[in-house]
């Protein structure tokens, strides 16, 4: 008996996303099983037009119920939901997180009408009957089992990522390496520019640890940057200079595989002080390269992070401060958390964990 079809559908597919990253990985281990694999999306990358083909809502391959639909909702798709509506298939939908658009509010109308939109189809998705739910998180599921999602359709995939694939194997950036062995320690933050990420208590705590040490030290932001949010990273770098640490805040507004291979590989200290996290990918690719991770736990940080970081239930920014002094000063410390992440990795998040989760998950819909 033939395997199913296996469809997986988004919005939009581009290099070095994270909901790309999740299709690929996905489309790679559901092929090496045996299952014959099409990507769909509405827009793409030229790249990506030999190993996708872009969506037709009312096409007649919808009607086959053996075969399967993994839909990849991370904001509103008008196109997608037409699909769901049509579509015959046993079906898994794949919830990557909407941010909340309060974020937004007062920096970009057109985030903040996007998130909106998002949630809005987040909660007509979680109304469907006759569908599997696949959160990046429990965070994430939760939001979907408020909005009427079946508790017991409910499963968690954490995502799929390109970090052996394109990170471990890139060539060292001897630029960034010669430069940051110069400034120890170096506290990265990586994550996009955005209202959500938290950059500004980033900036209170590196200001902390600046009064606990003398040493040199920098606080680096790795992350993309919307000239739309302009605004937004007006108020950081202000407030950077407002807490006299501007000299030592860097920000790198693009990474290659190498670069950020090389933030990573010589940084002290990973800071994670976003406020909205559906699941956060940096964290573990910090657990993969063993830089030790401190971080406020807010939204999905605990549950991705577990035992691999020194975690602070509420903001402060003092005791964030002073876990970064203690990484920084007691190496045996940093060695303890280095381990544990690369231990969590190892068992929660390498490619092989999260493929035969996949697997299960797609055996479970097939026996429906």
């Keep these: 008996m033939r395997k199913p079809r296996v469809y997986l559908a988004l919005p939009s597919f581009w290099p070095q996303d994270a909901v790309g990253n999740d299709v ?8 090496e099983a045996g299952y014959e694999v099409t990507i769909l999306a509405t827009l793409m990358d030229p790249r990506y037009e030999n190993c996708a083909q872009v969506l037709n809502p009312n096409a007649s391959i919808w009607r086959c119920p053996d075969d399967i639909l993994i839909y990849h909702h991370a904001i ?6 037409r699909l769901l509506e049509k579509a015959k298939t046993k079906t898994a ?26 949630l809005a189809a987040s909660e007509r998705l979680a109304r469907r009957g006759g569908v599997h739910f696949w959160g990046a998180s429990q965070f994430n599921l939760e939001d979907l089992i408020r909005y009427g999602a079946p508790p017991d359709r409910c499963r968690v ?28 320690p170096s506290i990265l933050f990586v994550g996009g520019i955005r209202p959500n990420k938290g950059h500004r208590k980033a900036i209170e705590a590196f200001a902390g640890y600046r009064r606990l040490s003398d040493a040199p030290s920098r606080l680096v932001f790795v992350g993309t940057f919307d000239s739309s949010l302009q605004n937004y990273l007006d108020e950081i770098q202000a407030y950077a200079e407002e807490c006299r640490v501007a000299a030592d805040v860097r920000f790198a507004f693009s990474a290659t595989p ?5 933030y990573y590989l010589t940084s002290s200290v990973f800071l994670c002080t976003s406020e ?3 699941f956060c990918v940096p964290l573990v690719e910090a657990m993969f390269f063993r830089t030790p991770i ?13 035992p691999a970081g020194l975690l602070f239930r509420e903001f402060s920014a003092e005791a964030l401060a002073g876990a970064i002094d203690e990484c920084v000063e007691n190496p045996a410390i940093a060695r303890q958390l280095a381990d544990r992440g ?11 964990a999260l493929g035969a989760r996949l697997l299960d998950l797609v055996r479970e819909l097939e026996q429906l």
């Design 24 to 31: 690929l990985g996905m489309k790679e281990w559901l092929q």
């Design 258 to 262: 190498s670069q950020l291979r090389a």
């Design 76 to 81: 509103y798709w008008e196109a997608g939901e």
């Design 93 to 118: 939908i794949r919830y990557h997180n909407i941010t909340p658009p309060h974020f937004f509010k007062g920096y970009a109308q057109h985030y903040y009408d996007a998130c909106a939109s998002g």
């Design 157 to 184: 995939l954490p995502p799929m990522h390109r970090i052996e694939e394109e990170l471990a194997g890139a060539a060292f950036d001897s630029v960034i390496t010669g430069d940051y062995r110069k400034a120890r």
């Design 294 to 306: 401190v971080a406020w736990q807010t939204a999905a940080i605990g549950e991705t992070c577990g």
């Design 342 to 352: 690369r231990a969590r990795y190892e068992s929660r998040f390498h490619r092989c």
């Design 276 to 278: 909205h996290e559906g």
